[in-house]
């Protein structure tokens, strides 16, 4: 499909926003799918090491009164 302008693009006969909106809930979806799951794998490392240092310390703790 060919459109003679760029104006004629955007509209799309009247159906333009429908084709748009359609595409930006695309992608909006899309990046939903990529950006959640980064981000959940970023706090999980993050919450990791907490507990690591936590653990590390409670054991320092417990070495320190044996002796």
Do not use: C
């Not at 333009?16 to 899309?30: C, D, I, K, P």
């Not at 090491?49 to 310390?57: G, I, N, P, V």
Request: glycine letters at 6%.
């Amino acid at each position: 499909m060919q459109f003679d302008s760029f104006s004629a693009l955007i509209s799309m006969n009247g159906h333009g926003v429908f084709v748009w909106s359609a595409y930006a809930v695309g992608l909006v979806v899309v990046l939903a799918l990529v950006i959640h799951p980064l981000l959940k794998k970023r706090r999980f490392f993050r919450d990791y090491a907490m507990r690591l240092k936590r653990e590390q310390a409670a054991a320092q703790r417990t070495a320190g009164q044996a002796n």
